[in-house]
């Protein structure tokens, strides 16, 4: 479990969730990863998801919010090895025994690579990711699809269209509005956007 979990306590038996994709949604509704059967939360209360900076938690609009060590989460939210989230009657605490720091751990399998690209894919994944890869901010943004088709000189539906397959080469199934965002982060961890693995 060295990609990191949570031990969820308060909620009945305490249960380990491990964190082994690059969201996991909790909530009231029983379709959440991981589902917290309380009045107190929301059907759809807070995420957790892997940036290439490490975990972060955040509320997603709830009706009775998300604390981190007593502090009330207003925005995304860097997670540390040992932190205490309070969702309703539920306290997590999340462990990540291998600190996402950027060395590899012996025994830690390395990111796949990345998949083959055509020459304009691997451009829009360079202007994609280069909010990810300069840093500046711990949480950076994607650039949005008309600031994407301007760096390139091309039109918005193209860019939508290359978007799509860049979704099925990276295998990125789910349809929200964190897609981009996960496209970069999947993008900069297998190594496609310029950078060492």
């Given at each position: 479990m060295t990609a990191g979990y949570l031990e969820v306590?308060?909620?009945?038996?305490?249960?380990?969730?491990?964190?082994?994709?690059?969201?996991?949604?909790?909530?009231?509704?029983?379709?959440?990863?991981?589902p917290i059967d309380s009045k107190l939360v929301s059907r759809l209360h807070a995420l957790v998801e892997r940036f290439p900076s490490g975990w972060t938690i955040r509320d997603l609009g709830s009706t009775n919010g998300?604390?981190?060590?007593?502090?009330?989460v207003r925005e995304a939210r860097l997670l540390r090895d040992g932190d205490r989230v309070e969702i309703g009657p539920a306290r997590l605490l999340f462990r990540a025994p291998a600190e996402l720091t950027g060395t590899r751990t012996v025994g830690v399998e390395p990111p796949p690579a990345p998949p083959a690209l055509t020459r304009r894919e691997q451009e829009l994944v360079e202007?994609?990711?280069r909010p990810y890869v300069e840093g500046g901010t711990p949480f950076p943004e994607p650039p949005t699809v008309r600031v994407l088709a301007t760096a390139l000189g091309v039109s918005e539906s193209a860019v939508k269209k290359h978007l799509t397959n860049l979704y099925d080469k990276f295998g990125l199934v789910t349809n929200d509005e964190r897609r981009r965002s996960r496209l970069a982060g999947e993008a900069v961890r297998r190594g496609a956007a310029g950078l060492p693995g």
């Open positions: 306590h308060g909620v009945g038996a305490v249960r380990l969730v491990p964190l082994t994709t690059d969201a996991l949604t909790i909530g009231r509704a029983p379709g959440n990863e991981l998300t604390t981190v060590n007593g502090a009330a202007v994609l990711c």
